[in-house]
């Protein structure tokens, strides 16, 4: 019997999985005992990844060279390797020179366009294992009991006595319910709420004065701006009492080791990059950066997004230099086998732009990989009108029954990740491998071969030279990746293997100073800024440009509904353990007084109409978790994004997916 080694590819966790093979099957997988991201854990499902079989239906090559590379765009994911987001960028960014964005726009985007804001480079300086270290953790807008449940395993790991958990969130989540403090703040709400505990903690001197002069800038100008937000407008504007900010600013003062934690309920907002750098304004007036158990820490989505930020090509060139920078680019196409005049030019357009441009008729052909926007893109009937204008619709995934493929001209057949190779980024900024498990059965290809495939067909020649498997891809990011802040350098493919995976920076000629498995950023006050300090970044809060109204009375709020269940549920749905424990059919959360005074029982359906001009049926589920104002609907169904509006972060251009309004009506039952 043999084993492999091999990486999950589900969550941004990135949890290493011991696979047992035997006659060309998995007969056993186990969670790697000692790896320093799950050590021996793993939630049900990457357990579950023995279970993934794809057919293979071959298909004709398309033809896709055009003489203006605009006539097709593509949009691929987080869930993609290493390697086959830079072969992808390069053959559509540089070739065809036209416009590429991933589903990490939809749950990453405004987090990582605050980190270079607030850092200077996208660069999330925590290692997990500062959920062990910390007293004093703060979840907002994040639910990792359901989400990522590695996350909510090491915070039951921390054995301080004196650990307190606090969850900011509308919803009484699953963690919130798990918590010590639960701050049940009204809907997009935060930014004002942390602006007035900044000014609180200003107000008491509770400043890390230190810190905050030695490695920051824009302190005085901040401080300024916070005066305007006093304890009783943070109350007005969040429900919270003015008790319970004051308690929360107490919490945050009296703590040793404080760490904020955010994901998409920050993310997916229309001001999401102010609110996020909002929590690290916190960190930094508290000093609660760089040091064990500490940070304004964002926890990523996909099992690769850190990857696809850094390496895709889409807002910035491979290891995240500047397209105007043209000693970067220089260095760049010497790398990767092309002149300078061949890189891209620019980032490029987001993903509402390319599906906006494909309605408006100024895109005809798009190719996707891995994803399944049919579903998961806001306002998602939008998606589904776009696919009947395009001339080509590519689709490129292990299964042709999502629901992106229906209308596609072309369905591209690739393995899943049990049956390739390549390299992830998880969340804390550690490159694991992903390895072979099983063999591959006749016409088999991988989304790297198949890429490469329609690049050589393109006739790019020469320019794919150097690009001819993963290992020879991972070896040039790691020369690209040379003197950036993610330099990993002195990482080898094969040293990956069976390895407890590498934390970038790793540089090559500095591995013993680097050597640590668990390291944090920033622990010598240095930022990626030209300062070298890290900015306090801040902005008037802008009026939702969504609220509720008298027709549209209720906020439509989304997130994840169970462990097992995943996204579009594409790759869950033939798990049988987690279908067995899944509704069927789309399903909401009602407020017990709302359900009452509606006459609505438990599993009563109703009809939702959302402000974007959509309606759905749900099912209905009655709790006191969910406020009276708002619906929750869990993501894992079509119907969910058929209400979520077209409203975007205006720097991330990360949809506001928590952001809809609504009103319903109960579908009577025949003879009621």
């Known amino acids: 019997m043999k084993k492999v080694q091999s990486t999950c590819n589900f969550c941004a966790i990135d949890c290493n999985l011991d696979f047992y093979v035997e006659d060309g099957r998995i007969v056993k997988t186990v969670p790697t005992k000692g790896y320093p991201v799950n050590d021996g854990f793993s939630c049900i499902k990457g357990l579950s990844l023995s279970k ?7 298909d004709a090559l398309p033809k896709i060279r055009q003489a203006d590379g605009s006539f097709i765009a593509g949009i691929s994911t987080g869930q993609l390797t290493l390697e086959e987001f830079a072969i992808f960028g390069h053959v559509m960014r540089n070739y065809l ?62 054995k301080n006595p004196d650990r307190k958990i606090i969850v900011l969130d509308p919803r009484k989540s699953e963690t919130a319910r798990n918590a010590d403090y639960w701050y049940p703040l009204r809907h997009r709400s935060d930014l004002t709420l942390f602006y007035t505990l900044a000014n609180i903690i200003i107000e008491k001197d509770y400043v890390d004065h230190e810190f905050v002069d030695q490695h920051t800038e824009g302190f005085e100008e901040f401080r300024d701006f916070v005066k305007a937000f006093s304890v009783e407008r943070g109350s007005e ?15 945050i003062h009296t703590g040793k080791r404080v760490s904020f934690w955010w994901t998409m309920g920050v993310n997916q907002g229309y001001e999401a990059v102010r609110t996020a750098q909002s929590i690290m304004n916190l960190a930094f007036l508290t000093g609660n950066v760089g040091k064990p158990g500490t ?33 970067e680019r220089e260095r760049i196409a010497g790398i990767i086998g092309i002149t300078p005049d061949l890189m891209a030019k620019k980032p490029t357009i987001p993903y509402n732009k390319i599906i906006e ?96 495939g329609v690049g050589r067909a393109l006739g790019m020649g020469a320019a794919l030279e150097k690009w001819g498997t993963p290992r020879e891809c991972f070896d040039l990011l790691r020369e690209c990746s040379k003197g950036m802040p993610c330099d990993f350098t002195g990482v080898h493919w094969d040293d990956l293997t069976g390895s407890h995976g590498r934390q970038w920076p790793y540089p090559e000629g500095r591995e013993a100073e ?6 944090r950023l920033y622990e010598d006050g240095k930022f990626y800024t030209p300062s070298g300090r890290a900015r306090f970044v801040f902005e008037e809060p802008l009026g939702n440009p969504i609220p509720v109204t008298e027709e549209f009375p209720l906020v439509f709020n989304t997130g994840r509904g ?34 009452a005074e509606n ?10 109409f959302s402000s974007n001009g959509q309606n759905a049926v749900f099912a209905v589920k009655v709790t006191d978790n969910v406020q009276y104002g708002e619906l929750y609907a869990p993501i894992h169904y079509v119907e969910c994004n058929k209400l979520t509006p077209s409203s975007y972060d205006k720097y991330s251009r990360e949809p506001n997916y928590k952001g809809g309004t609504c009103r319903f009506e109960k579908i009577e039952k025949e003879g009621t």
């Open 237 to 251: 504007v969040s429900g919270l009492s003015e008790a319970q900010i004051m308690e929360l600013a107490e919490l």
């Open 514 to 519: 680097f050597s640590d498995e668990q390291r």
């Open 97 to 158: 020179q036209t416009n590429v964005d991933g589903n990490t726009r939809l749950c990453m985007a405004s987090a990582a366009v605050a980190h270079k804001g607030t850092l200077g480079y996208d660069a999330p300086g925590y290692t997990l294992n500062d959920l062990e270290l910390s007293d004093t953790i703060i979840f907002i807008g994040a639910n990792p009991v359901v989400a990522h449940p590695i996350v909510w395993q090491r915070v039951r790991n921390n």
């Open 562 to 595: 169970s462990v097992g269940q995943w996204h579009t549920q594409s790759r869950t749905k033939e798990v049988k353990f987690v279908e067995d424990v899944s509704l069927k059919r789309a399903y909401l959360y009602m407020n017990t007084r709302r359900a």
């Open 357 to 452: 441009g494909i309605n408006a008729g100024e895109i005809k052909g798009l190719w996707i990989l891995c994803t399944n926007p049919r579903h998961s893109w806001t306002n998602n009937e939008t998606f589904a009108e776009a696919t009947k204008k395009l001339e080509l619709f590519v689709v490129q995934d292990i299964y042709d029954t999502i629901e992106s493929a229906e209308n596609c001209t072309v369905y591209f057949p690739v393995v899943p990740g049990i049956k390739k190779e390549g390299t992830y980024i998880n969340l804390e900024r550690r490159l694991s491998p992903m390895r072979k498990v099983l063999e591959r059965g006749e016409n088999e290809i991988s989304d790297y071969e198949c890429i490469l």
């Open 295 to 327: 940070g304004g820490n964002s926890i990523t989505g996909q099992c690769n997004a850190m990857g696809s930020r850094l390496f895709s090509n889409t807002t910035c060139l491979f290891a995240g230099g500047d397209f105007t920078d043209e000693k």
């Open 599 to 608: 006459g609505i029982k438990e599993m009563d359906e109703i009809r939702v």
């Open 52 to 58: 993934q079989q794809t057919t293979v239906k071959p």
